[in-house]
T-cell receptor, first 115, second 116 residues
Framework: AQTVTQSQPEMSVQEAETVTLSCTYD???????LFWYKQPPSRQMILVIR??????QNATENRFSVNFQKAAKSFSLKISDSQLGDAAMYFC????????????FGQGTRLTINP | NAGVTQTPKFRVLKTGQSMTLLCAQD?????MYWYRQDPGMGLRLIHY???????AKGEVPDGYNVSRLKKQNFLLGLESAAPSQTSVYFC???????????????FGPGTRLTVL
């Protein structure tokens, strides 16, 4: 079974600075997807960024980018120019490329932005 | 286009009571999912459905039943609620075919359930 591990329960960063959230995963599959979801106090799950395992290029979405290291099974999220609205729980998630698109989540990292 | 909606938003039950959580989506998605989120943990899959009339067990299915009688609805039932089922429940839906721009799960707003 696949597992996802986020080793940083909490992180904090000064507004406008850059922060990196870590995620490692374990799988024997070669076809899969990785995601970062943001969960603000409203509880809504918001997709931040996604990465297909077959793509070598790291995904980017505006201030959000990932460092995907397939051999090391590492998938970190970098947030540049942090803003107060970035404060939330961040979850790393894995999904197999085959069959039903079930997500396996990590435990989450609570990100605090200091003004 | 409401996306994924969940009913109710909050509920308090006594041990042994039953209830049904309703999830509805208007995006014509084939796949639907129920997750639970406990404090300090990520979401865990309870049950899922790959189409109308079909359901399957996820990671933590015990104590729950589901039904998918209509493509747009996915019901989660608790026949005899227990305090261990106190959690936030999320429904999600997705397409079955890979579509580059929309290949992701869309989540509902969650239901906070407390079992006393």
């Amino acid at each position: 079974a696949q597992t996802v591990t986020q080793s940083q329960p909490e992180m904090s960063v000064q507004e406008a600075e850059t922060v990196t959230l870590s995620c490692t995963y374990d799988t024997s599959e070669s076809d899969y997807y990785l995601f970062w979801y943001k969960q603000p106090p409203s509880r809504q799950m918001i997709l931040v960024i996604r990465q297909e395992a077959y793509k070598q290029q790291n995904a980017t979405e505006n201030r959000f980018s990932v460092n995907f290291q397939k051999a090391a099974k590492s998938f970190s999220l970098k947030i540049s120019d942090s803003q107060l609205g970035d404060a939330a729980m961040y979850f790393c998630a894995y999904r197999s490329g085959q069959g039903a698109q079930k997500l396996v989540f990590g435990q989450g990292t609570r990100l605090t932005i200091n003004p | 286009n409401a996306g994924v909606t969940q009913t109710p938003k909050f509920r308090v039950l006594k041990t042994g009571q039953s209830m049904t959580l309703l999830c509805a989506q208007d995006m014509n998605h084939e796949y639907m999912y129920w997750y639970r989120q406990d404090p300090g943990m990520g979401l865990r899959l309870i049950h899922y459905s790959v189409g109308e009339g079909t359901t399957a067990k996820g990671e933590v299915p015990d104590g729950y039943n589901v039904s998918r009688l209509k493509k747009q609805n996915f019901l989660l039932g608790l026949e005899s609620a227990a305090p261990s089922q106190t959690s936030v429940y999320f429904c999600a839906s997705s397409y079955s075919v890979r579509r580059e721009s929309t290949d992701t799960q869309y989540f509902g707003p969650g239901t906070r359930l407390t079992v006393l």
